[in-house]
């Protein structure tokens, strides 16, 4: 079993930034392939990003390309989303994953942690 514990959500004037983690607890976390998804308002979960167990492949959704950064540090077993340039659109709950992909799905997920970008 894998617990995932998010942070570093909040409230950020558009164009500001945000770091968000997701510290990782049971079994051979590291192993693990992660990723991001998030929740807008009213709409449906979406992906994000996602990075290989071993961190050296990163995916990002088309809409946060150059903008968001993932990564992770396995000996503190957290993944990490640096979040640059936010739009009010990127309002949303976000939710660390893992075990999985993000064609096939993932298996353990998080709490979520809420974003807010102010126009």
């Known amino acids: 079993q894998v617990q995932l514990v998010e942070s570093g959500g909040g409230l950020v004037q558009a164009g500001g930034s945000l770091r968000l983690s997701c510290a990782a607890s049971?079994?051979?976390?590291?192993?693990?392939?992660m990723g991001w998804f998030r929740r807008p308002p009213g709409k449906e979960r979406t992906f994000v990003a996602s990075?290989?167990?071993?961190?050296?492949?990163?995916t990002n959704a088309d809409s946060v390309k150059g903008r968001f950064t993932v990564s992770r540090d396995n000996a503190k077993n957290t993944m990490y989303l640096q979040m640059n340039s936010l739009k009010p659109e990127d309002t949303a709950v976000y939710y660390c994953?893992?075990?999985?992909?993000?064609?096939?799905?993932?298996?353990?997920w998080g709490q979520g942690t809420q974003v807010t970008v102010s126009s």
């Open positions: 990075i290989t167990a071993s961190g050296d492949t990163t």
């Open positions: 994953a893992a075990s999985g992909t993000p064609t096939t799905g993932y298996r353990y």
């Open positions: 049971g079994r051979t976390s590291s192993r693990y392939n």
